[in-house]
């Protein structure tokens, strides 16, 4: 279990340290094609190696794929099963992706402690893992960080699905700080925030201040119903923090992300925002 643990671990650190996008595996369930957003070959060093060491050394790499394979995954009578693993790229001269897998063989011999008749069953994998398909509504450059239309969460018992939830994502429109390049930038933050800085005298000599919004919760309709703010240079008055709090729940709407059943506000926390005060 220290093992599984530890390995999970260097894979989210790898992933943040490339701070790419990667390609999910591929796994179908009841036929139909679905994203797996997850690699649980990376979740035993010893399959992982192995199966690396099975590839071609001249396998083709890029960015959102470090190590060059994706496995295919399926999942019959509640049973999580590898059933091949390849390595793959776009050819643009057929116009399709092209590529060749591991023989079932080796394959077999890699994974031969989990096979059983002529399946090789995940029972090194437990846990909740997701699946997805439709389009993205929301992502980050970094590993999974991303979800679509569809998400399922099937939570597994040593490569046995025990259970599962289903979720329809959903956006809706509204104001996000990345928006502020694309709309006037500082007049627009103004607007948003009609702070009274003449309450704060130690900014009197600094043409700007940058604040930081953390743990902020949406509703339905878009209205910021809690955040945390805290300014991060210079050193001023508490109470600017929470000014700047308060004009930001007042000000409406938000954009909202319905993801896996709950309402985010990944458009506003998170961000360190300048607010300029006079030019230099």
Not at 12 to 33: F, H, K, M, S
Request: with cysteine; net charge positive; proline share 4%.
């Amino acid at each position: 279990m220290k093992r599984l643990l530890l390995c999970a671990q260097l894979m989210i650190l790898a992933l943040t340290a490339y701070a790419t996008g990667q390609d999910g595996d591929v796994i179908y369930i009841n036929g139909e094609r679905l994203v797996l957003l997850v690699r649980p070959i990376y979740l035993d060093s010893v399959l992982y190696h192995a199966v690396k060491d099975a590839l071609p050394s001249d396998r083709p790499i890029v960015s959102s794929n470090w190590d060059g394979f994706t496995a295919y995954w399926s999942i019959y009578n509640d049973k999580l099963y590898l059933d091949s693993v390849r390595c793959e790229a776009y050819d643009p001269k057929v116009k399709a992706v092209v590529g060749e897998s591991i023989p079932s063989k080796t394959l077999y011999r890699i994974f031969n402690r989990y096979s059983t008749g002529n399946r090789i069953v995940a029972s090194w994998v437990s846990g909740k893992i997701r699946v997805a398909k439709g389009k993205v509504i929301y992502s980050q450059p970094t590993g999974f960080e991303r979800n679509y239309e569809e998400e399922t969460i099937l939570d597994i018992d040593q490569g046995k699905v025990i259970g599962q939830k289903e979720y329809h994502n959903f956006v809706k429109d509204g104001f996000t700080f990345d928006k502020l390049e694309r709309n006037g930038g500082q007049e627009m933050l103004r607007k948003i925030l009609p702070l009274h800085i003449e309450r704060y005298p130690e900014l009197a000599n600094v043409n700007r201040f940058v604040f930081k919004v953390k743990r902020a919760r949406v509703d339905e309709m878009g209205n910021l119903v809690e955040c945390d703010v805290k300014v991060v240079k210079p050193d001023v008055n508490p109470q600017l923090a929470t000014e700047i709090a308060e004009a930001l729940k007042a000000y409406h709407p938000w954009k909202v992300y319905y993801i896996n059943g709950e309402y985010r506000a990944l458009g506003i926390e998170g961000w360190t925002i300048p607010y300029i005060l006079h030019d230099k």
